[in-house]
C-alpha cells in the first residue's frame, strides 16, 4: 500500500473464478478483508493469507465499511443486497456498496435507492478482462453512481483493474457493460463462423487465424480464443450459462428501450443451445460447438 492510500476495512461477498483473484488484490493491497461465499471452502487460501470468515452476508457488511460483491445472477444480487439477511439491512451508515456483479441497470438503481435511505452510498461497478484479467489485476471497470462513492472506490478499484471510468448514475455502469456484451456476443458469432467455413473449405485452421490475425478481421476474441476453438480447448474463463444470463438481461433492457438488435437475439438463441446441451459450464468459445456439433441443416440462420 502506498504511503498516501488509506487501509480500509473491506467486506468480500462472492468467491468465485474471478472474485477469489479480485479479492487477493485488496489483500495484497494492504486492506483488512472479510469474506463470505456460499461454499466457504472457496474461501480458504484467502483465509490462510489472512482474510476474517464472515456466516452471512449480513455479517460482511456490519464488519465493512466497504461492501463488495460479485455474484451470480439479479437474483442472487437482490437477495444479497435487499433481502432481510442482506448487506442493506445490516450494513453501518456511511458504508460503500459495490457491486460488481454483471447485472440489471433497473436493479443498481433500486439498490443506490435503497442505500441512500440508510444513509449508505451505492455503486454498480461490472468488470470486462475475464478470469485472466482478473488474476493480473488488469480488469475494466465502469461504473455507475455518485461522484463522491466513485472517488472512495478509486483506490479499490485500481488494486483490481487498469481501466477505471466513471459511466454517469446508478446504472449507467450495468448499462455499459450491456453494450461490453453484445460487442461481444456477435464478435463470437463471427469467429466461430469463420472457422466453421475455413474448415468446411479445408484449410488449415491454424494458418487462417495465423492470416486473418493479422489483418482487419484482427480482435481480441479472434486472437484469444480462436486458438482455443480450433484446439477444442472449452475451458472456462467465463461460463456460458452466465454469458446466457448477461444477453437475457440486455435483451430485455431493448425491449424497454424499444431497440431491435437482431444479432443478439440470435447469440442468445445459439449460446442457450449450448446450455440445453450441457455445455454450460464451459467457455464461450463453446460456441464453436454449435457449428461443428451442434447445427443440422434444418438449423440453417
Not at 452476508?57 to 465493512?64: E, L, R, Y
Not at 442482506?86 to 454483471?102: P, Q
Not at 435511505?117 to 485472466?132: H, I, K, Y
Not at 477444442?232 to 424497454?256: N, Q, T
Request: aromatic fraction near 6%.
Amino acid at each position: 500500500m502506498s504511503a498516501t492510500a488509506k487501509k480500509m476495512k473491506v467486506g468480500f461477498i462472492g468467491l468465485g473464478i474471478m472474485g477469489q483473484s479480485m479479492a487477493g488484490h485488496l489483500l495484497d493491497a494492504g486492506h483488512d478483508l472479510n469474506v463470505y461465499n456460499r461454499t466457504r471452502s472457496k474461501a480458504e487460501d484467502l483465509i490462510g493469507r489472512g482474510a476474517v470468515w464472515c456466516d452471512s452476508p449480513g455479517k460482511v457488511a456490519a464488519a465493512s465499511d466497504v461492501v463488495i460483491t460479485v455474484v451470480g445472477y439479479p437474483r442472487d444480487v437482490e437477495e444479497v443486497y435487499l433481502g432481510p439477511a442482506g448487506i442493506v439491512a445490516h450494513a453501518h451508515e456511511g458504508a460503500l456498496l459495490i457491486d460488481m456483479t454483471t447485472s440489471s441497470p433497473d436493479l443498481a438503481r433500486r439498490i443506490a435507492r435503497a442505500a441512500v435511505t440508510r444513509g449508505m452510498t451505492a455503486l454498480d461497478a461490472p468488470v470486462s478482462g475475464g478470469d485472466g484479467g482478473a488474476r493480473t489485476g488488469t480488469l475494466t471497470i465502469m461504473a455507475g453512481g455518485s461522484d463522491e462513492g466513485f472517488a472512495r472506490a478509486r483506490p479499490l478499484f485500481e488494486a483490481m483493474g487498469t481501466t477505471i471510468v466513471h459511466m454517469g448514475a446508478a446504472g449507467a455502469g450495468q448499462h455499459t457493460k450491456m453494450a461490453n456484451q453484445i460487442a461481444i456476443a456477435s464478435t463470437m458469432l463471427a469467429v466461430s463462423e469463420s472457422l466453421a467455413y475455413a474448415e468446411a473449405a479445408g484449410l488449415s485452421l491454424g494458418q487462417v487465424l495465423e492470416v486473418i490475425g493479422t489483418g482487419a478481421a484482427s480482435s481480441f476474441l479472434l486472437n484469444g480464443l480462436g486458438p482455443k476453438m480450433v484446439a477444442a480447448d472449452y475451458s472456462p474463463g467465463f461460463f456460458v450459462h452466465h454469458f446466457v444470463k448477461d444477453m437475457s438481461i440486455a435483451l430485455a433492457e431493448c425491449e424497454r428501450l424499444g431497440l431491435d438488435l437482431p444479432g443478439l437475439a440470435l447469440a442468445r438463441r445459439l449460446y442457450q443451445r449450448l446450455v440445453d446441451g450441457g455445455y454450460g459450464e464451459e467457455g464461450t468459445q463453446a460456441l464453436y460447438r454449435v457449428y461443428t456439433q451442434l447445427m443440422g441443416v434444418s438449423d440453417a440462420v
